[in-house]
């Protein structure tokens, strides 16, 4: 399994910034970043109470790529889901099931979490990979953030025998697997106003399919292939 890290975006309040390390604790994670939070003072550290090394190993940013340019899969939170192949922006998967996609995973990987009250804005959600739901009452649907991300963790811990390891990123190979896609949309002349929402529904099936190394090297040289004989038949 990969090397986690949990991103907070734009956290209202430090009391769930301590308590998300205190969870983040409880199950071996120690990374941490902050997009843009509250301030972080005593009530965090109340809050966290053995964790506060989490909250001083904390990177803070000021901009959500700036959390996530170094990891090679973005997994979004979002109280709010979709049905349907059309609205594939929201389409989610549950706890359990990232658990299962991770168990083999070698990458970084980040777990977004977006602020208490608006959650994930529609251009984060648009660069997550994977899109995740817990499922919960409909009397009471919403989550405190930080019992979210200890659901979230728990799940992960179960499929981990031994202690978190760094393990070699693969955002390189899937940089390429990206740009290869968009070589043969201009390929065959792809329409320009469905080109985004085409990607973006590329990138996430790629995310839920959480391909090996072996299978990216494979689906990049189909479209490299692709793109070739297309062009060649051009001229």
Not at 145 to 155: G, N, Q, R, Y
């Amino acid at each position: 399994m990969g090397r986690f890290k949990v991103v907070l975006v734009n956290p209202k309040f430090e009391g769930n910034v301590g308590a998300v390390a205190r969870a983040m604790a409880n199950f071996g994670f120690d990374d941490l970043w902050l997009v843009n939070p509250c301030e972080i003072t005593d009530e965090a550290r109340k809050r966290a109470k053995h964790a506060n090394y989490v909250l001083d190993g904390a990177i803070v940013v000021d901009a959500f790529e700036d959390a996530v340019k170094d990891t090679s899969l973005v997994v979004g939170t979002s109280g709010i889901v979709s049905s349907g192949e059309k609205h594939f922006i929201r389409l989610s998967i549950t706890p359990a099931d990232l658990s299962a996609k991770m168990e083999d995973y070698e990458g970084n990987v980040a777990l977004i979490f977006g602020r208490e009250d608006l959650g994930l804005f529609q251009e984060e959600l648009q660069r997550c990979d994977i899109l995740v739901h817990i499922p919960t009452s409909d009397t009471y649907p919403v989550l405190n953030l930080s019992h979210a991300v200890a659901i979230i963790l728990h799940e992960l811990r179960s499929k981990m025998p031994h202690e978190l390891s760094p393990t070699e990123a693969t955002d390189v190979e899937r940089d390429k697997l990206f740009e290869f896609f968009a070589d043969l949309l201009d390929a065959i002349d792809y329409p320009d106003f469905r080109r985004e929402k085409t990607e973006i529904m590329f990138r996430r099936m790629m995310g839920r399919a959480v391909p090996s190394k072996w299978e990216f090297y494979t689906i990049m040289g189909v479209l490299v292939d692709a793109t070739e004989l297309i062009r060649k038949g051009k001229e």
